[in-house]
């Protein structure tokens, strides 16, 4: 695990940048420890679960109101799309195609994942999943891809700002 940097400020709190979010943490006279740091992670990484696990929750509830099926979180694409989400933060860009692993079509081959049909939502800076979701479904191209029956596969990856879903179909 990277060495999280920690700065005393004047309030008794240490704030700690860790994993591009900023974290205030109560102090003493010592700074946060290793395993204060770790936990702060975990609880990070969770966080970053939860915001993805709402969004496929709002997507199945916005597909129930049209009468179609659920989508099935997958984890291989959930794995991508996490993954899609963090290249776009650290390479400081915004764009369905990375400059290291390609289109999305050639990163679900990059992570073997199979599909008849594919698509993918990006968005950056909402800070809710129902903030994101609202806009996808106000954008015609984005709620087309939420609506369309020929997906049964979704993968929600969130990272400080960026928003991915992938979507398959396999039938």
């Keep these: 695990m990277k060495k999280t940097n920690l700065r005393r400020i004047s309030t008794g709190l ?32 969770k966080i970053q679960t939860e915001r993805a696990a709402e969004v496929v929750a709002l997507v199945n509830k916005e597909r129930e109101a049209a009468g179609l099926k659920p989508l099935t979180v997958h984890t291989n694409l959930t ?14 860009y915004f764009n369905h195609t990375s400059p290291y692993y ?32 609202a806009d996808w479904m106000d954008s015609p191209g984005h709620k087309a891809n939420i609506l369309n029956a020929n997906y049964n596969l979704i993968g929600v990856g969130y990272y400080n700002g960026y928003w991915v879903q992938e979507f398959i179909g396999t039938k």
Excluded: W
């Excluded at 900023?22 to 609880?43: F, Y």
């Excluded at 991508?80 to 963090?86: D, R």
């Design 79 to 92: 794995k991508m799309a996490k993954t899609k989400a963090i290249d776009m933060y650290k390479n400081n």
């Design 14 to 45: 240490v704030f700690s940048v860790l994993a591009g979010a900023l974290i205030l943490v109560p102090c003493g006279e010592q700074t946060a420890s290793a395993a204060q740091s770790q936990r702060l992670a975990a609880l990070y990484a």
């Design 102 to 133: 390609g289109s999305p079509f050639d990163m679900m081959d990059a992570f073997n994942i199979t599909y008849r049909y594919a698509g993918e939502n990006i968005a950056k800076g909402q800070k809710s999943a129902k903030e994101v979701v």
